[in-house]
């Protein structure tokens, strides 16, 4: 069964370092999401991305952040200067968007943390 | 702005009892998800709710929709240790981008 795969499951960096986290999502998919959980918090919308732009954007999705699509296949988030409360576990999830469910398919998620 | 609240935020509850998790939000969807995430893990989907009136069942757990109520429930039938986890409705909005608004959860533990 198609799944939505997320590298590097964990990852630690420095304060005001840069990061880039990784998805790919499933191939038919047209919608994509980052999603955000700080530890024991709720899951929060970060943007979504269809047609090669983003689609909406949270208030948290400010400008240290940027998504790209760079080959058709790999979906990613970039944080430019990390910060402390970036520290939290970041979902990707993909969608087909037809048949009505609009299901979106999460990944395992990668697990930042700032020191 | 939709707005997606679950009570309890805690519930501890022993083993072969009943409870249930209730998900209301706060504008028209007809589309509902419930989730269960293990500590550190992902989210696992366990319904997909997508009408009023929906009703799906999976082993103890049965989960409904009420669109018109605007409040989703998950039943928990004779509840067993393998439960604990917390539990997560999402809402989708009906347009645009489809994204999801996530309750405040629900961490389930089952007192054997």
Redesign the interface.
Known sequence: EPEVTQTPSHQVTQMGQEVILRCVPISNHLYFYWYRQILGQKVEFLVSFYNNEISEKSEIFDDQFSVERPDGSNFTLKIRSTKLEDSAMYFCASMVASGGSYEQYFGPGTRLTVT | ELKVEQNPLFLSMQEGKNYTIYCNYSTTSD?L?WYRQDP????E?LF?L?SNGAVKQEGRLMASLDTKARLSTLHITAAVHDLSATY?C?V?RPS??????????TRLKVLA
């Open positions: 589309r998800y550190g893990k992902s989210l989907s997909v997508l997560f999402a989708a645009g981008t489809y994204k999801y608004i996530f309750g405040t959860g």
